[in-house]
């Protein structure tokens, strides 16, 4: 999955903007102000994505393209080299992924005035 498809992906999610938080050529996606995914358009090898603890080190472990995110808490962040073999109906789940964990931890109130972000689901994905 190349760049773009990354982040039309991202923007097709409920209530997903993005922004340039740190630095001009780091983008973020997020949904109600809390980051899922980032890139940097300088480099965009590397694609930074939440992931549920134990899920991320069974993908690290399964796929040489997943390892923990640089500059990040890599017990809940995961990159994905995008120029490597991943297929992208995996890139996809994990971008649904990332996006679910942070919709669960999204306060009541929020969730309740847009119930549209608990309607994606995190479609399963073959693993080779």
Same mark, same amino acid.
């Given at each position: 999955?190349?760049?773009?498809?990354?982040?039309?992906?991202?923007l097709s999610l409920p209530? =997903?903007? *993005?922004?340039?938080?740190?630095? *001009?050529?780091?983008?973020?996606?997020?949904?109600?102000?809390?980051?899922?995914?980032?890139?940097? &358009? *300088?480099?965009? %090898?590397?694609?930074?994505?939440?992931?549920?603890?134990?899920?991320?080190? +069974?993908?690290?472990?399964?796929?040489?393209?997943?390892?923990?995110?640089?500059?990040?808490?890599?017990?809940? +962040?995961?990159?994905?080299? &995008?120029?490597?073999?991943l297929p992208d109906a995996?890139?996809?789940h994990l971008i649904r992924?990332?996006?679910?964990?942070?919709?669960?931890?999204?306060?009541?109130?929020?969730? %309740? =005035?847009?119930?549209?972000?608990?309607?994606?689901?995190?479609?399963?994905?073959?693993?080779?």
């Amino acid at each position: 999955m190349d760049i773009e498809c990354v982040r039309d992906f991202c923007l097709s999610l409920p209530r =997903t903007s *993005e922004y340039f938080p740190f630095d *001009e050529t780091t983008l973020a996606f997020r949904v109600e102000d809390r980051i899922f995914a980032m890139i940097d &358009l *300088e480099d965009t %090898q590397w694609f930074v994505l939440k992931c549920q603890p134990e899920y991320a080190l +069974w993908l690290r472990d399964r796929y040489p393209a997943i390892t923990g995110a640089w500059h990040m808490n890599k017990r809940h +962040w995961n990159q994905l080299d &995008l120029q490597g073999l991943l297929p992208d109906a995996l890139v996809a789940h994990l971008i649904r992924h990332s996006y679910t964990e942070v919709v669960r931890k999204l306060p009541r109130a929020v969730k %309740q =005035t847009f119930p549209e972000v608990l309607q994606v689901n995190e479609a399963p994905v073959e693993t080779a």
